[in-house]
């Protein structure tokens, strides 16, 4: 599928060092760096934010304050002040005169805190169908919508798989559509109405070790890469969970099919669901 849209977030681990700034500048101050991939840009950043921090929902808006000093000088925080500002009914153009974000990125973000608010006004005993669809469609998590409509993440999951709202199977196109694309990089979307592959089966699901950052770093992703290795040595066919564009697991060659997903109990669960793998090894 050739129509993707890929958003990369850097992770910053600022909050480990004392007197240490959270400005962001031209100095380099980011410890690794997520990829996340969907149909649309809200769906490719909602799953970018969780990837960086695996406490983080999406693009909530309770998690910082306003504050328009952090929206003029950028800082690690910044995504989540703005979220707090467009939930706040800070308009598009007020909030592009204090970030110079571009509009199309702001009213983006805008859809998402949009949808969070006709969210949060249903009640979690009748979630529509429609409304349920499009949440997914634009990225948001089934712990997230849980959030909002004040129930939990298994019963939003139970809802979903009752109304048929799972994800879909798409391939990376690398050769921009000049013929069928045969690559192993896929990817989950709600914004699609069929695989692009087979599910044979007789997989083993490898997960990786995500991010990286302060105390896990490329040390950890070897013992994924090691993992595949030796189950490849065995004649096993392989899948790799992983969103880390800097590892060697997520390479092209070393899995026989490569997910960029996040490593969170629903995609996890999902990816099994459609995979039906003979077992789940954890790096």
Known sequence: SLDYCVVKIPRWDLAKFNRV?????????????????????????????RMVDENVNGFDPYLQIVNEIELQEPTDKR?????????????????????????????????????????????????????????????????????????????????REEYYITPFVKQIDTVAAE?????????????????DLEFPGEFLMVLGSGVYRIGSSVEFDWCAVGCLRELKNQGKKTIMVNYNPE?????????????????????????????????????
């Not at 410890?31 to 970018?48: H, L």
């Not at 997910?259 to 996890?268: K, L, M, N, R, T």
């Open 21 to 49: 700034s959270t400005k962001i500048g031209s100095s380099m101050k980011s410890v690794g760096e997520v990829m996340a991939i969907g149909r649309n840009f809200e769906e490719a950043f909602q799953k970018a934010l």
């Open 79 to 159: 995504m989540f002040v703005l979220a707090a500002a467009l939930k706040s009914n800070y308009s598009v153009d007020k909030l592009y005169e204090l970030t110079k974000i571009d509009r199309w990125f702001l009213q983006k973000l805008k859809n998402i805190t949009d949808y969070y608010s006709i969210l949060e006004s249903i009640s979690s005993a009748s979630i529509p169908y429609n409304i349920l669809k499009c949440a997914k469609q634009i990225g948001f998590s089934d712990k997230q919508i849980a959030a909002a409509i004040k129930s939990t993440e298994i019963a939003v999951r139970k809802i």
């Open 179 to 195: 013929w069928p694309a045969s690559t192993n990089y896929l990817y989950l979307t709600y914004n699609a109405i069929n695989h």
């Open 247 to 283: 590892t060697v697991s997520t390479d092209y060659d070393m899995s026989d099919r490569l997910y960029f997903e996040e490593i969170s109990f629903e995609v996890v669960m999902d990816i099994y669901k459609i995979e039906q793998p003979d077992g789940v090894i954890l790096c």
